[in-house]
């Protein structure tokens, strides 16, 4: 393909593009293929000669697209928002344009210095405190992640080098390998099952301790775990508190937990992957009351930020506690000497590579204005509201919990069988998409206002399709 041809199937592509999003209405959400309906469509092998550019355009209408769930549908409320915008794709454009790959300052200055700019941003926007800022004295700072589950695991191994290096100054007789074999890990039985994984990734026995009634883990739970533990001749290490937990956005109580975790010299790790992102609004900050007592916060920017994925925005408060675990030098890999404030990203993250990420929450941040995401925030969390009062006039249903951020959980008063009934009903017609988790016991039905396109006449149309399925299981309605 020549210049001139990526020109014309560049526009193209971006009209496709386009086009899908007005007319995005038109789709139900959930496809309807079969398991192994593409690879039934697509030749075995790859072609041996290059394709006519117009055909591919084609080729993906007519065979990828029947098979993509629409996310970015107003119908779409399940799980967590995943982010997208025209101003993020346009970053991605670009950085996919140039090509880059930032393994050193020196492979390419503007996406390590575009990064700690954009992460001071988000950092001051989200009101962390200064010592997590690249911008303040200390040597705390911000670097974007592919994922959060890449954030909780790369800071689970720091966590786990910075405990040993202080038991080996105490005692350097210690052996290593059995210590830190006694290292433990703690969180919630609420937490993500990245945080879990993290565990088996790294090797550090993770203990999901029990939440109390509303989903938070309380401290005493976590104090008792760590005598337990010590009592066993085990060590604790690391801890992760979720702010915005998956099921049903429930927040843990730092302001709780970090003391404890201060006192015993726990690493505490910060999981707000969704609700993080609502911390732009100073209304919502007083949910992160404690944070100075973090050593590390992420939250993901491709979740409800607007940013495609993959952004996921980790800050630390010391920098080196990551460079003294992951520091591996090569003779072809040239550190910043000069500049203190120039971070070698490559050694606060697993992989060399890195893609300049940053392009596109800058191009965010810039179209929209801080006033813009926050009043994306804002109002989808309104519409989360609106559905709730939409249930709560049915008597047939009952919220539970409250409505947290932009999720709302709702269920049949008829008992779990009937609500997982009108889900599976609803999940088979495609026209909206929901998943369910559990509270308190019981199953409950997630409602999340996941796309920016969604405004109050498509939670209207949701909550309808909802009430005519009801209307199928319980035809005797008591409203
Ligand atoms: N933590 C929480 C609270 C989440 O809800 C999720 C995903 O929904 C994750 C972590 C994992 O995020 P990622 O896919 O970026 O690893």
Known sequence: MNSQEFREIGKATIDLIADYHDNIRNRNVLPSVEPGYL???????????????QNVLKDFCETIMPGIT?????????YFPTGQSFASMIGSILSDGLGVIGITWNASPACTELEVVTMNWLGKLLGLPEEFLNCSEGPGGGIIQGSASEATLVCLLAAKDKKIRQLLENDPTLDEDQTKNKFVAYTSDQCNSSVEKAGVLGSMKMRLLKSDNNGQLRAQTLKDAFEEDKAKGLIPCYFVANLGTTGICAFDLIYEIGPICQEEGVWLHVDAAYAGAAFICPEYRHLMKGIEYADSFDMNAHKWLLVNFDCSAMWVKNSYDLINAFDVQRIYLDDVKTAAKVPDYRHWQMPLGRRFRSLKLWTVIKMYGAEGLRKHIRDQISLAQYFAKLVQRDERFVVEPE??????CFRLVNGDKITRDLLDNLTKKKELFMVGCTYRERFVIRFVICSRFTNKED?????????????QLIPEKMN
């Open 403 to 408: 409505p947290s951020m932009a999720l709302v």
């Open 459 to 471: 939670v209207e149309t949701s909550w309808n399709i909802i009430k005519e399925e009801a209307d």
């Open 39 to 53: 690879l039934k469509l697509l030749p075995e092998d790859a072609p041996e000669e290059p394709e006519d550019h």
């Open 70 to 78: 629409h996310w970015q549908s107003p119908q779409f409320h399940a």
